[in-house]
């Protein structure tokens, strides 16, 4: 059974830094390209970033651009996401997801086959 696993969330404040990670079990990531998301209290999940299969390609939102640093580490079968200079609007719950192939960059959400069950992160002072 295909299972992500999301974790490093919690309480940081504006400014900080956090590093979320997401561990893969029951299949190799080796063929599947990863997204982050988020989703704020009252409004739609939103795509953070996304990593090809094999780490050479990676995409941004534009908020986050400069601040988030996507990167995987397929022998431990898991995918970072590198947290910095954090903002209050930030705050959300955090996924990962798996979709087979290279690349995500233009895979619709939906497509995403795999989902994590999620980790709250919090930017508040």
């Known amino acids: 059974q295909l299972q992500l696993v999301e974790s490093g969330g919690g309480l940081v404040q504006p400014g900080g830094s956090l590093r979320l990670s997401c561990a893969a079990s029951?299949?190799?990531?080796?063929?599947?390209?990863i997204g982050w998301f988020r989703q704020a209290p009252g409004k739609a999940r939103e795509r953070v970033s996304c990593?090809?299969?094999?780490?050479?390609?990676?995409n941004y939102a534009n908020f986050v651009k400069g601040r988030f640093t996507i990167s995987r580490d397929n022998a431990k079968n898991t995918v970072y996401l590198q947290m910095s200079s954090l903002k209050p609007e930030d705050t959300a719950v955090y996924y990962c997801?798996?979709?087979?192939?290279?690349?995500?960059?233009?895979?619709?959400?939906?497509?995403?086959?795999?989902w994590g069950q999620g980790t709250q992160v919090t930017v508040s002072s």
């Open positions: 997801a798996a979709v087979f192939g290279r690349y995500c960059a233009y895979v619709p959400q939906g497509d995403f086959g795999s």
């Open positions: 990593i090809s299969n094999d780490g050479g390609v990676t």
């Open positions: 029951g299949f190799s990531l080796d063929y599947y390209a």
